[in-house]
């Protein structure tokens, strides 16, 4: 199984551009979420969903849009990057129960210069 | 709001001993879930072991061992026989029963001395 897949790995914008975060998973997962690690600080909530078309904002949400067309995936979008979105992010998934583990993809290191 | 502290920023350890990596939790649930995860150089998250509320006895996973001391709101992580793979950052994690988000701590960073 592949798990979740996550791409890119690494990527460079500059201020003001867009991109898409890719997230896919194959297990079936119903809640699927997005964080960003900063040094210090742990991980941190951007968005998360509970199922195709459902969606709600987390902790950090602002500067960031998601949707969730399917049950696999779960991209994130980035609508103007700035400096301050500099960070590592990464896709999680699991099933809707509390007792079960995230699976995290492999992350992606953002720098925004 | 739950809150998850991680006191130390680093720890570190000679190959072969025993390390306690602490944690402590701030809820007024009953029911919730707590979880240590494991982040090597690779970034990658590795689940190391999780904990139930409700169950009163401690978790166990091969070397890995937690504390749980739910009166205290404490969990911490105990490594035995320390090996040069298991130098990585440890976060804390806690789950809610009834809500499904993993709220974290600011995690530890272990260093394995050989």
């Known amino acids: 199984n592949a798990g979740v897949t996550q791409t890119p790995k690494f990527q460079v914008l500059k201020t003001g551009q867009s991109m898409t975060l890719q997230c896919a998973q194959d297990m079936n997962h119903e809640y699927m979420s997005w964080y960003r690690q900063d040094p210090g600080m742990g991980l941190r909530l951007i968005h998360y969903?509970?199922?195709?078309?459902?969606?709600d904002q987390g902790e950090v949400p602002n500067g960031y849009n998601v949707s969730r067309s399917t049950t696999e995936d779960f991209p994130l979008r980035l609508l103007s990057a700035a400096p301050s979105q500099t960070s590592v992010y990464f896709c999680?998934?699991?099933?809707?129960?509390?007792?079960?583990?995230?699976?995290f993809g492999q992350g992606t290191r953002l720098t925004v210069v | 709001a739950q809150t998850v502290t991680q006191s130390q920023p680093e720890m570190s350890v000679q190959e072969a001993e025993t390390v306690t990596l602490s944690c402590t939790y701030d809820?007024?649930?009953?029911?919730?879930?707590l979880f240590w995860y494991k982040q090597p150089p690779s970034r990658q998250m590795i689940l190391v072991i999780r904990?139930?509320?409700?169950k009163q006895q401690n978790a166990t996973e091969n070397r890995f061992s937690v504390n749980f001391q739910k009166a205290a709101k404490s969990f911490s992580l105990k490594i035995s026989d320390s090996q040069l793979g298991d130098a990585a950052m440890y976060f804390c994690?806690?789950?809610?029963?009834?809500?499904?988000?993993?709220?974290w701590g600011a995690g530890t960073k272990l260093i394995i001395k050989p």
């Open positions: 994690a806690y789950k809610m029963d009834s809500n499904y988000q993993l709220i």
């Open positions: 904990q139930e509320a409700y």
């Open positions: 999680a998934s699991s099933y809707y129960s509390s007792r079960t583990e995230a699976f």
């Open positions: 809820t007024s649930e009953s029911d919730y879930y």
């Open positions: 969903s509970v199922g195709a078309g459902i969606t």
